[in-house]
């Protein structure tokens, strides 16, 4: 009996230690961390451009491998982005997890 009162009150103080770490300090400022960018934020800063990009370089987006990228430089030029479910060279689940990623860049009109 005494050592299942032990482990009960063993597991409280750890259920009270735990509550009380993650308990958060209002005061403390969040410090900005200063890890690398990842994979993301740099796809986020540049989009790939559709119209442009190497068919290794669209293999590397999600959902994308060296069929669909293939595709994708088969069809082109693309006046806009979503002319890749338009023309049925993506699902739109595949398209959805690259919209953010790709842009269509227009060729210069030349005078």
Do not use: F
Not at 19 to 29: G, N, R
């Amino acid at each position: 009996m005494t050592s299942l009162k032990a482990m009960i009150a063993l597991s409280s103080l750890m259920l009270m230690m735990s509550a009380t770490v993650q308990a958060k300090d209002p005061a403390k400022p969040a410090v900005p961390t200063t890890e690398a960018p990842t994979a993301a934020t740099k796809t986020r800063a540049a989009p790939m451009d559709i119209n442009t990009a190497s068919a290794s370089d669209l293999a590397t987006l999600p959902k994308i491998g060296a069929a669909r990228a293939a595709a994708i430089v088969k069809g082109r030029p693309y006046k806009a982005k979503d002319e890749l479910v338009q023309k049925k060279i993506l699902t739109n689940d595949a398209y959805a997890s690259i919209k953010d990623m790709v842009i269509a860049k227009q060729a210069p009109v030349k005078k």
